[in-house]
Each structure stands twice: as C-alpha cells, then as structure tokens.
C-alpha cells in the first residue's frame, strides 16, 4: 500500500521541447486534504507539468518532493507505486480490449498464472457503486462513447488505490448533472486524498477548488485562495484581457429546412438502435443545439449524417437531395463540414503536420495542386494565415499536429472546417478542451456562420453553450428526439430533465 501523501511539491521545474519552454522554473505545493486548480489558456503548459509528476516525462531541470522527500519517477509505474492517479486528457485506454481488461491492466495484484478477473470485476463494482461511477465490465473500450470512456478512465485509477489524484479536464464530456455530482464526490473524496484540478471550466473551479495556480506560456503568474476571486477575475488573469459571454440574439429564421431527418433509425457498434425514428430539421442560417447525456445517439447521428455510418432505416435531405448511406467523400463535396467527437481520431491524422492536416480535404482543389503536385508555397501562406488567426499554438505549422496539445488540435480542425465555407456544419463539442479565450473565438466564428446563411447542428453537453448559441434546443434521449424547445423555452432544469428521460 502507498503511504500516505501529505504534501506534493514541485520546485523549479524546467521542461524543453524542441522550439517551445513548456515548463519554465515552475514552482507549487498542494497540502494534505487540499483540491488545487490548475488553470491556463491552451498550450499553457498544465498537461506538461502533470505528465512530469506521473514520470512520463522527465523533468530537464528541477524537483518533485513527497512529504519532503525528493521523488524520481522513471515511469508512471513509480508515480502509481507512490500513490498518485492521473486521468488524462487523452484516455490511456486499449480500445480493443474490455472495460475488465482496461483496469486489470493497471492492477498488479491481478497478474498471476492467469489473470484474476474476478478480482477485477469484484473491484470494479466497488468502486462504481461505492462512488456512483456507472460503467460497463464487459464492454469495448470502442463501443463506448467519450463520456463513457472518461468514466472508465476515472473508475481504473481509483481501483489502483490512488491518494493523490490528478484530473485533466475530468468534466469535459459530462453533463451539468453528472458535473454536480463529480464536484460532489471530489469534496468527499478530498477528505482522504488530495488533488489537483485542471479545468477550463472556472465556476467549476471556484465550486471545488481550495488554491487557483495559473500557468501562462510555461510560467506561474497567479497563486491565491479561489474564494477571493471570481470566474471573471479568474479569466481576466488566465488570457489578459476580460472574457465576453457570447449570444446569439438575432431573431429566429424561417423557412425550409437545408437538413431534414425524418424516421432515422442507425444502430451502435454493439448492434442495438442508437437512433430509433429519429426526427430533427434545420434550416439555413440556423443554429439547432441538440443537448443530451453523452451515449444517447449523439455518436451515431454524427456519423451517419457524414457518411460514416450505415443508416438502417429512414432519411436523410441535404439541400433537396437524400444523402443517406452515400460516401465521406460525397458528403464533403456536398458542402458538409464536419467536426468530430473523437479529434485525435476522426479530425486529424496525428504523424502529419499542421499544414497538412489543414489542407487534409482539399489536397486535390485546383487552389493547392496542379495535376497532383501539390503547391507547397501556396500551402504553407494559407496554413500560416490559419494559425495566426486561429491561435493554434507551435513553433511552427510542419510540427506533427498529435503533437499538440488537446485544445490546439480542435483549432487544428476547427480552422480547417469554417474556413472551406461550407453550406452546412455538424458541430460535435466544438470547445471541448478549449480555454475560455478560445471558447469565446470559437464561439464568434459560428456566429459568423450563422449570419452567413450557413445551418449548424451544435452538439454538446454544454447547456450553457447551447442555449447562448442555438434558435432552438432539441433534446436526445435513447435515441429519440425527446422535444425541441425555441431559445426563449429552455432553461437548464428543463432542458436536464428532458435529458434524463423525463417528460414534460
């Protein structure tokens, strides 16, 4: 058993990558039983930092001290030993394997002749039930949506008996209600452990957290106590100016719908009916939220509006013509856009560059290449362009964009999608990850779009994000379009009751 931590503590910590300072001479402490939030814009460094305490990386410069005593972690295997958890950002998960198979892999006491599922499965059910962590032993890691993914993530270290935990972004794909409830939890878990909180979310931050720690391009410049500041303070320091909530206030758009599904059914990778008759339009210059707990169809409505999944009944319009069952590619040069949940996987490939990953659909358009040649000058000028104004943070755009941290790559992909101008944009958690800086641009950028006569479906489990953004607010529920609400209808209890199954 891990001893337990009274205090971690990094000194002068110095991180170099090649043409960045991810870590310059950072320095904090967290104390026995204390939550401390670690908040920055993108690229700020926190993920570093993390990754350097749980021995993935090695710190160039520096220390990490233990209840006093300086810590060398070769691997995350030390960091366990010690008792520190991380959920990461990017899920550590084997997608292949069981949800079982996932947590026995970190659980030592497991491995014998054979592997002690049982054990595994006993441990599992403790842990979720003991917190309220719902998950699934026998499922794929594949089958499972991000939010149910993040789940796992969190019920696998716990198994592994953690008493320092670190959380990257642990709420980016929950709901305001399983929000609340986390929140809860962590409050209850800080009086046997400590952690550290990284969110871009501040009201989740001031809800939590003891300490606020603000890292800005490798360095801390904020300590404090956070009941002495707002969100807004908190923002104003995080990106140096003051953070604008932005609304869509125009009036609500008539006319025939540019998007029309109408009895769609589509089933999951696990053969039952993710979407079953499924009913939604949108019209153009018109932004539909659709608002849901993450795994009620969401996934599949994405994908099978893009070409990416079977449809197995119903239709599918697109501009006057049905697009169901037809390729990506013939969705694409319809005028679709398209940003994906899975990032890392569906909207970027990871070993190309920035510049590449930007050009990724429009390789072969006459503006880049001339008889299959590609016009390097030409692509790197627009990749340049996209960068600045996009905020994509690097040293420079030939840089692998699986490089990058989580919210620079959904720049990545989201500077790609607007600016190809497309008639119609499916928009899965747009600012999942992103900072409140970036959530602001993003946020502005699909407004344009909007003003543009460009129809939008905005999926996300952001409520606040949906209803400052959408003319009207459809609710998924197993699979059903449970109602759709006009903007002035919604609130956040009604709209988390429809999202919980619950009728009006």
């Known amino acids: 058993m891990a001893k337990e931590i009274k ?11 090649p043409g960045v300072l991810a870590s310059d001479n950072i320095s904090l402490s967290v104390g026995e039983h204390e939550i401390l939030a670690l908040v920055g814009e993108n690229g700020a460094g926190k993920t570093t930092l993390m990754n350097m305490i749980m021995g993935l990386y090695q710190p160039d410069e520096g220390s990490i001290f233990i209840n006093g005593e300086e810590v060398k972690f070769k691997d995350p295997n030390d960091a366990f030993s010690a008792g520190i958890g991380m959920v990461h950002q990017r899920y550590m998960l084997v997608p292949n394997m069981t949800v079982l198979e996932n947590v026995a892999l970190g659980l030592k006491e497991s491995w014998k002749t054979v592997v002690d599922l049982k054990m595994v499965r006993d441990r599992v059910k403790e842990v979720s039930e003991h917190y309220g962590l719902a998950v699934d032993p026998d499922a794929y890691i594949w089958q499972l949506s991000v939010g149910e993914q993040q789940r796992v993530e969190l019920v696998k270290t716990l198994c592994q008996g953690a008493k320092f935990l670190i959380l990257d972004e642990p709420t980016s794909a929950l709901t305001p209600q399983e929000t609340d409830d986390l929140i809860k939890l962590l409050k209850r878990m800080s009086n046997e452990l400590s952690i550290i909180f990284i969110s871009h979310k501040l009201n989740e931050v001031k809800a939590l957290s003891d300490k606020v720690c603000i890292l800005r391009h490798g360095k801390v410049v904020f300590e404090g106590n956070t009941s002495d500041y707002t969100p807004k303070q908190i923002a104003a320091m995080m990106t140096g100016h003051e953070v604008e909530t932005t609304e869509n ?117 006459s503006r880049f290449s001339k008889q299959h040649i590609l016009n390097n000058k030409v692509i790197e000028d627009y990749a340049n362009k996209l960068r600045d104004e996009f905020d994509i943070r690097s040293p420079h755009i030939h840089v692998p964009a699986g490089s990058l941290s989580g919210g620079n790559i959904q720049k990545v992909i989201l500077a790609r999608e607007i600016d190809r101008n497309p008639k119609f944009l499916v928009c899965v958690y747009p600012i999942r990850g992103l900072d ?6 993003i946020h ?30 459809a609710v998924i529920f197993k699979g059903k379009n449970q109602k759709v609400l006009m903007k002035g209808e919604a609130t956040t209890s009604r709209l988390g009751e429809l999202m919980a199954g619950v009728g009006d």
């Open 7 to 17: 205090e971690l503590r990094v000194e002068h910590i110095t991180k170099r990558f």
């Open 249 to 365: 206030k125009n009036a609500p758009v008539e006319g025939e719908p540019v998007l029309n599904i109408k009895d769609l059914c589509v089933k999951s990778d696990r053969d039952f009916y993710a979407l079953d008759h499924f009913n939604l339009d949108v019209r153009a210059g018109e932004i539909v939220g659709l608002a849901g707990v993450s795994g009620n169809g969401q996934k599949e409505l994405a994908e099978v509006i893009n070409g990416l999944r079977k449809v197995e009944s119903g239709t599918i319009e697109f501009m006057g013509k049905q697009i169901q069952n037809m390729t990506p590619a013939q969705v694409i040069k319809r005028g679709m856009g398209y940003i994906p949940e899975e990032r890392n996987i569906e909207g970027i490939v990871p070993s190309m560059s920035i510049k590449e990953n930007i050009i990724l659909k429009d390789s072969e358009s």
């Open 436 to 441: 409140m800086g970036a959530a602001e641009f």
């Open 444 to 473: 502005k950028q699909l407004l344009a779009l909007r003003e543009r006569g460009v129809g939008i479906l905005l999926i996300s489990e952001e409520l606040e994000e949906i209803m400052n953004l959408s003319d009207r607010i």
